[in-house]
């Protein structure tokens, strides 16, 4: 399995950035897909997240600038964020979630968004 996260850099406050994260070895469609962020000192913290069946859910923190969205023909996922701030920087993960009477759980290797002020 393997999860590929591109998109992130250096960007100034109130500019976008796309993340995306292309998945292999797995069956995309049937995972929930999420983007979590990590900064520096602190813990892993969820951003957005979207079910198989395409409902999404978002940190507060993101609402209104972040959207979450799938290409379930494309195996990937992507993270438009637009209005950053330099509290969003961070090093983003793309995870996939499976989990019934077995629990699947993957991640990628990030890509770090740095917004300057």
């Known amino acids: 399995v393997q999860l590929v996260e591109s998109g992130g850099g250096l960007v100034q406050a109130g500019g976008s950035l796309r993340l995306s994260c292309e998945a292999s070895?797995?069956?995309?469609?049937?995972?929930?897909m999420a983007w979590y962020r990590q900064a520096p000192g602190k813990q892993r913290e969820l951003v957005a997240s979207i079910s198989s069946s395409g409902g999404t859910n978002s940190a507060d923190s993101v609402k209104g600038r972040f959207t979450i969205s799938r290409d379930n023909a494309k195996n990937t996922v992507h993270l438009q964020m637009n209005s950053l701030k330099p509290e969003d920087t961070a090093v983003y993960y793309c995870?996939?979630?499976?989990?019934?009477?077995?629990?699947?759980?993957?991640w990628g290797q990030g890509t770090q968004v740095t917004v300057s002020s």
């Open positions: 070895g797995i069956i995309f469609s049937i995972y929930t």
């Open positions: 995870n996939a979630r499976y989990r019934n009477s077995d629990n699947f759980d993957y």
